[in-house]
């Protein structure tokens, strides 16, 4: 593995399992692996930017409420709280 892999390997093992294993992480340890191998100058621009794309999206994806978090569920928790504490 080159210098851009590992990178994103440790940046991926800090991130959720389904996050870690999505298409989009996938994408983004192809494109690692791309510009580990040096690529031409027009395509390592290309290349860097979608990966850099990529990295920015699942950053934002690792800091959304997970979709099991139900509001109702938030509710339901919030109205035990303040029965307990009466």
């Not at 996050?19 to 340890?29: H, V």
């Not at 990966?51 to 928790?77: G, K, N, Q």
Request: no cysteine; aromatic share 2%.
């Amino acid at each position: 593995m080159g210098r851009v892999t590992n990178s994103l390997e440790r940046q991926l093992a800090k991130y959720n399992s389904e996050l870690k294993e999505s298409p989009l992480a996938e994408s983004a340890r192809v494109l690692a692996e791309l510009l580990d191998d040096g690529p031409p100058a027009r395509e390592a621009s290309a290349i860097s930017r979608e990966f850099r794309a990529i990295l920015t999206e699942l950053r934002e994806r690792d800091s959304e409420v997970p979709a099991s978090a139900d509001p109702l569920d938030e509710i339901a928790a919030r109205r035990q709280r303040r029965a307990a504490g009466q």
